[in-house]
């Protein structure tokens, strides 16, 4: 993985794409609605595909970790890069002009309560993707390697 981070941005959003060529434009600064923002760009594998794909997420972090929330605005499924992830869970992250490896997992139980509620209080948005969908959002927990 280390050395090749170009991805396939076909099908993503519009938006997606301009956010990605704005943070690497600006070693991750991002405006409009991203401003202040906390973000990070996942390029993770495609679980059917093997393409790699770039995502641009907001974040918490947690001691050396970095932690993402599979929101997907509350949509009814989880979004693409979660399952990805799961399917291959290396991939990298960029972030404050760096770039570099994670492994991810997913957090349960008492961990991802916590740092659920931890995101909570930073992005209360996330309390009204939760109430849309039935399902329990996840938690990702990305290691450095």
Known sequence: MSGDYRDDMNGRSETDRAVVQ???TNRGRVGGGFRGVPLLLLTHTGAKTGRRHTSPLTYLRDGDRLV?????????????????????????????????????????????????????????????????????IPVVVLHRV
């Open 68 to 136: 993402i929330f599979a929101s997907n605005f509350g949509d009814l499924n989880n979004p693409a890069w979660y399952h990805n992830l799961r399917a291959h869970p290396q991939a990298t992250v960029e972030i404050d002009g760096e770039r570099f490896d994670v492994v991810a997992s997913v957090a349960e139980g008492i961990e991802r309560d916590r740092l659920f509620a931890r995101q909570l209080a930073h992005a209360p948005i996330l309390a009204a993707f939760q109430s849309k969908t039935p399902r329990r």
């Open 22 to 24: 704005e943070f690497r």
